[in-house]
T-cell receptor, first 113, second 115 residues
Framework: GESVGLHLPTLSVQEGDNSIINCAYS??????FIWYKQESGKGPQFIID?????DKRQGQRVTVLLNKTVKHLSLQIAATQPGDSAVYFC????????????FGTGTRLTVIP | ETGVTQTPRHLVMGMTNKKSLKCEQH?????MYWYKQSAKKPLELMFV???????ENNSVPSRFSPECPNSSHLFLHLHTLQPEDSALYLC??????????????FGPGTRLLVL
């Protein structure tokens, strides 16, 4: 399954399928990006980050892709599991010398067993 | 567990009450943050402290008053709040680094309801 930007707030995928969550960020000066996962009743949990001098970074079952040309960020989750059900946020940082993150509205991922 | 704890986890208060939210981080970080998370809205940065000094106040109403006595503790004092202030208040911390590009680690939040 694939979401498009932040205009589609929900994404449903079958367990075992790959998920792609997209994020269109706002500032061309952004040079640091983070994906967070937030489960119900919990705070956001760091998943993976990427700096603007990279276009791809891989973690455990997750991959983040960065396309600076179109200001687009995506999170790919391989072999999606029920425990992946959560809201996923992308965040960007574009302020020089400051660590202020600006968050998107999030995408709710639901994994269907 | 991220190493960032928040108390209380839930709080109900009237508009005339005064209460405080507490955040503590056990990660040796030097920066701490308060965010507000309302339904269907992006996380809103409220305050930032670096080495106990406030470096950001994101146009937050004065009925919210932060306090950072040391790099491990952060408070948010609340007084005469409005019902629209009901939200999840999240604390985060980040380690020292260069250029301000450090990962922020969040606590579980305090769910606040203002009646």
């Amino acid at each position: 399954g694939e979401s498009v930007g932040l205009h589609l707030p929900t994404l449903s995928v079958q367990e075992g399928d790959n998920s792609i969550i997209n994020c269109a960020y706002s500032n061309s000066a952004s040079d640091y990006f983070i994906w967070y996962k937030q489960e119900s009743g919990k705070g956001p949990q760091f998943i993976i980050d990427i700096r603007s001098n990279m276009d791809k970074r891989q973690g455990q079952r997750v991959t983040v892709l960065l396309n600076k040309t179109v200001k687009h960020l995506s999170l790919q989750i391989a072999a999606t599991q029920p425990g992946d059900s959560a809201v996923y946020f992308c965040a960007e940082n574009f302020e020089t010398g400051a660590n202020n993150l600006f968050f998107g509205t999030g995408t709710r991922l639901t994994v269907i067993p | 567990e991220t190493g960032v704890t928040q108390t209380p986890r839930h709080l109900v208060m009237g508009m005339t009450n005064k209460k405080s939210l507490k955040c503590e981080q056990h990660l040796g970080h030097n920066a701490m943050y308060w965010y507000k998370q309302s339904a269907k809205k992006p996380l809103e940065l409220m305050f930032v402290y670096n080495f106990k000094e406030q470096t950001e106040n994101n146009s937050v109403p004065s009925r919210f008053s932060p306090e950072c006595p040391n790099s491990s503790h952060l408070f948010l004092h609340l007084h005469t709040l409005q019902p629209e202030d009901s939200a999840l208040y999240l604390c985060a911390s980040s380690p020292p680094g260069q250029g301000g590009r450090e990962t922020q680690y969040f606590g579980p939040g305090t769910r606040l309801l203002v009646l």
